[in-house]
């Protein structure tokens, strides 16, 4: 496997060679090598273990923030979660070679529109060492060739688990540079990446605001940025009471550390009287602290005085902790004005028994994932059917949503003919 003992530019250079290789695979080629992959992830499980255990205890020693820490574990589960949806991938249809569209033009010629690998696929992501093998099993069923750059904090997880998968898809049958890992911590690697014009063919950076600057700054080619996720849950004034408080729950509480959580709960004024006062006694009993705007607190009840105030600041806020600001509105048209101003585009949610305000909502918000009486959460590759994800993209070009196989294609024209010339 490729790491830093070559140069940022000789690892890029040696998965441009290995991706033209990939490009020609079949299927079942492809499919073998992400079984093996998952297959060994199983075999290694202590091994890997051993490696994150080491990561966790620098990161607590370094003072990491919980929900940080959340996305660094790695457990016997959530390996073998991860095996998963490898194999989730394999039994997905391969997306190279699809035709799009196409026909016969009336000059005689055959033209068809054929889903083709971008290339050479780069990730750079922060403390989630899942994305390691979900990236690299997305990209490989899809023909391409990735190179792979975590942080620091997951540098022993990273190490492994890239090793694993090089080794293990080598075994099958694979070019050498199929899955490479530049591992060195240097903050310049990302620099260096990034200027690679036509040797890497996209970057997509899943980690914060930090990590979505620095490319920004020096990028020269094609990134889909995997955004972040100010996420909200609006509950219309004829929602069921038990759907929206069930739903507000599992939005913010299930996993409070990832980007599809709920960060912002929208209520309208005529239910706030009978839906706040049992939702917020369950969001305080599950841990959530709430900052509320004054219309939210006065239906607190003996909540109010626990409750902070709710800031400018709040509303624009993704937490990734048990934290949820809480707004009460007149109506569904300020519920959208307030999602579209503040959402960073991820995934909104509305609890309605109202087609019309259903309709207008779905219409209205302009965000990559809107979901009508269901959770947030529900924003992920795997519970799309894409086996797994390589990023969730709040961006309009050229994919947006969970970034999948199809995501990971282009597309080329071809066009066959019996000798025809242009007059």
């Not at 050229?398 to 282009?410: Q, S, V, W």
Request: glycine share 8%; charged share 25%.
């Amino acid at each position: 496997m490729a790491t830093t003992a070559a140069s940022v530019a000789e690892i890029c250079a040696g998965a441009k060679r290995a991706s033209r290789e990939l490009a020609r695979l079949d299927t079942t080629t492809k499919n073998n090598a992400i079984g093996a992959m998952a297959d060994a992830l199983e075999a290694r499980v202590d091994e890997i273990l051993e490696a994150n255990a080491r990561d966790m205890e620098a990161g607590r020693e370094a003072d990491l923030d919980a929900s940080l820490l959340d996305r660094l574990l790695l457990t016997p589960e959530r390996v073998a979660g991860i095996a998963r949806d490898a194999r989730r991938i394999v039994a997905l249809p391969d997306p190279v070679g699809e035709v799009i569209s196409g026909g016969r033009m009336y000059n005689g010629l055959d033209m068809r529109q054929v889903r083709v690998p971008l290339g050479v696929v780069a990730v750079v992501y922060e403390a989630r060492p899942n994305v390691t093998i979900d990236c690299s099993a997305l990209c490989l069923k899809s023909g391409n060739a990735i190179v792979l750059r975590g942080s620091s904090t997951a540098l022993h997880s990273n190490t492994v688990l890239a090793s694993i998968a090089s080794e293990a898809v080598s075994a099958a049958g694979l070019p050498a540079g199929a899955v490479s890992l530049v591992a060195g911590g240097d903050r310049d690697e990302l620099r260096q990446i990034a200027t690679q014009e036509g040797v890497v063919d996209l970057i997509i950076p899943r980690g914060g605001e930090g990590l979505k600057n620095a490319l920004k700054e020096h990028a020269k080619v094609p990134v889909i940025y995997a955004a972040s996720g100010n996420c909200h849950v609006y509950v219309d004034e004829s929602a069921d009471l038990d759907d929206a408080v069930a739903i507000t729950l599992n939005a913010k509480v299930q996993r409070p550390s990832v980007c599809n959580a709920a960060e912002t709960l929208v209520v309208h004024s005529a239910i706030a009287p009978s839906f706040l006062p049992r939702a917020l006694s369950e969001l305080r009993e599950s841990g959530v602290e709430l900052r509320v705007d004054s219309r939210a607190r006065s239906l607190a009840g003996d909540l109010a005085g626990s409750l902070n105030d709710a800031t400018e600041e709040d509303w624009a806020t993704e937490y990734h902790a048990l934290i949820l600001a809480v707004k009460v509105v007149d109506s569904a048209d300020e519920a959208i004005e307030h999602v579209n101003r503040y959402t960073s585009g991820h995934s909104d949610a509305v609890v309605t028994q109202s087609t019309e305000v259903a309709q207008a909502f779905t219409g209205g918000v302009d965000t990559a994932c809107v979901y009508v009486n269901a959770s947030t959460r529900f924003t992920d590759g795997g519970e799309f059917g894409m086996g797994a994800e390589i990023g969730n993209s709040t961006q309009k070009l050229h994919a947006r949503g969970p970034i999948g196989l199809r995501e990971l294609c282009t597309y080329k024209y071809v066009v066959e003919g019996s000798g025809q010339v242009r007059e």
